[in-house]
């Protein structure tokens, strides 16, 4: 296939204009919208925030942050999706430095290169996170290359300065805050480091404002809609659509600290009478077989994104809750929402149609015919990657266009299909096969299971496709009468399928492919 141009539906001018702010300017607009006496926001432990509240704390706390971390500086927060983080990330704003998100759950080595890549001088986290998550070990190694401050001591340490702040920021703000400009950098956010240590994704105020606006008129709401969001803040999904949009756009949303708790949230959910429900299909597919039928029944929207949904997962939900599963598609790059279904508007297999304001274009895939390879430009989409060979400095996208990365092909409506990463694609025999199709063989035939592929080297074909699977006793012949009589050719049926107790997940609910690869080639060496 030649070069396709995707042509797409501009952003509004209301929301053109609406992003030319920055990330403080817009949460002080909505303060003043909605109301500072209006609840917005439901913590973890039930404690309710109000707008008002929200604000004076932040103001409150980025006297301290002033004072304590350098001019202009880059300021890590690890802290677990809650009024903690919320407030942490205003903070920093009102206190004139740009906050990084950091993944805890990536482990030292990690998150060292990411401070030395930002770079970072200082962390912000809370004693009660380290103590409950059991980081402690974490965060002394963490204390040999960056300063750590703790809420709970920022909190002691407001002085007069802090108090004042607290008391007439919110009434006089330009007097006690530096504004960025839209196009300034509004937060660092970084790569897995799956592929080596992690990059820094760098997004501005209007890229992330952006995205607020194009999800918010690409998706129809209903004026009582209450959000839970139970996804890391350091994912770009759990920060913009799980928490930025909702705070910006006035509706309220109900925050938890982590998707593992399946049973917790389930009953939260419950009690929060939540009807916007932020996953990933593993996630929303683990609160679903943790409650009782009807348990969810207040939830009318789940958007589900990270990954792939599969149709047994859409249709659980719908037959048992009541619930319409939205697939979104994005990448941290693009802030990160690219496409989403539509409710009303769902053609299974496709994640509907690109936002307002992304243009798109697919470029040929060898080998692939009838897909091709995504790339994306729109007000979304990064200022550029900070590398860890050159600190702090942002490399700018050529033209502004993004490559994803992913094999992607579009319908003559414009609603787009994932054909995988190309990254994911084995070449067996000469011939390209999508790992995604393997896996949503597996997940046809045996959808009460969760399934994952991993590509090994083949002595005599190149590469070999691996099944991993949590289903107890797969049989292979199975696979292949299903694969025979729906059309999939037998070089995408494994030739080894691995059971292991639990497929390997990371903390942002996607698959962990490095750690399933060394799974399936630690098997075949015990084989």
């Not at 990411?114 to 200082?122: G, M, S």
């Not at 504004?179 to 997004?203: H, W």
């Not at 690409?218 to 659509?241: K, Q, S």
């Not at 096969?433 to 994952?452: F, I, Q, R």
Request: hydrophobic content about 40%; proline content about 6%.
């Amino acid at each position: 296939m030649d070069t396709q141009i995707i042509e797409t539906v501009d952003l509004s001018k209301q929301g053109l204009r609406r992003i030319r702010r920055n990330l403080l300017e817009a949460f002080l607009d909505a303060c003043k919208t909605y109301g500072a006496k209006t609840k917005i926001l439901t913590d973890g432990d039930g404690r309710v925030f109000t707008y008002g509240e929200l604000r004076q704390a932040a103001f409150a706390l980025s006297s301290p942050l002033r004072r304590l971390t350098p001019k202009n500086s880059n300021v890590g927060i690890l802290l677990p999706t809650g009024a903690g983080a919320v407030i942490s990330f205003l903070a920093v704003h009102a206190a004139g430095r740009t906050p990084a998100m950091l993944n805890f759950s990536a482990g030292v080595k990690n998150l060292k290169a990411a401070i030395h890549t930002a770079p970072l001088d200082t962390v912000v986290t809370a004693r009660k996170f380290i103590e409950i998550a059991g980081l402690s070990a974490l965060m002394t190694e963490l204390s040999e290359v960056v300063t750590v401050i703790y809420l709970e001591d920022l909190k002691e340490d407001l002085g007069i300065k802090g108090k004042m702040r607290a008391a007439l920021g919110p009434i006089f703000p330009r007097l006690f805050v530096a504004y960025d400009a839209y196009d300034d950098t509004g937060v660092i956010l970084f790569t897995s480091g799956t592929e080596g240590d992690p990059k820094g994704v760098v997004l501005t105020h209007g890229n992330l404002l952006a995205n607020c606006e194009q999800i918010e008129e690409h998706i129809d709401l209903e004026p009582t809609d209450i959000f839970f969001n139970p996804l890391p803040t350091f994912h770009c999904y759990g920060l913009t659509a799980g928490t930025l949009w909702p705070l910006f756009r006035g509706h309220p949303v109900v925050l938890h600290p982590s998707p593992l708790q399946t049973k917790t949230i389930a009953k939260r959910i419950f009690k929060t009478r939540s009807t916007v429900l932020f996953a990933t299909d593993t996630f929303l597919q683990q609160y679903m077989r943790a409650s009782a039928d009807g348990g969810l029944n207040s939830l009318r929207i789940a958007v589900c994104g990270a990954e792939r949904v599969r149709e047994e997962t859409r249709a659980t939900a719908a037959r048992r809750f009541s619930i319409e599963v939205l697939e979104g598609y994005g990448v941290t790059e693009g802030a990160p929402v690219l496409a989403a279904n539509q409710t009303g508007d769902i053609r299974a297999g496709t994640i509907g149609k690109m936002l307002p304001g992304i243009e798109a274009k697919l470029e040929p895939v060898e080998g692939i015919d009838d897909a091709g390879r995504l790339w994306v430009r729109g007000p979304n989409i990064m200022k550029g990657y900070i590398s860890p060979d050159n600190p702090g400095q942002v490399t700018p996208l050529v033209d502004g266009w993004h490559d994803t990365g992913d094999v992607v092909s579009v319908d003559a409506d414009g609603y787009f299909m994932i054909r995988g990463r190309l990254k994911r694609f084995a070449k067996i025999g000469g011939e390209m096969v999508s790992l995604t199709v393997v896996e949503n063989c597996a997940a046809a035939l045996w959808p009460d299971y969760m399934h994952a592929t991993a590509i090994v080297p083949d002595p005599k074909r190149g590469e070999q496709i691996v099944l991993v699977t949590d289903h107890p006793d797969p049989k292979r012949h199975e696979l292949m009468t299903w694969a025979k009589t729906h059309g999939v050719p037998e070089i995408a049926v494994p030739k080894k399928i691995i059971t292991t107790e639990k497929i390997p997940v990371l903390g942002t609910g996607k698959l962990d492919y490095m750690s399933i690869t060394l799974l399936a080639k630690e098997a075949l060496r015990v084989a």
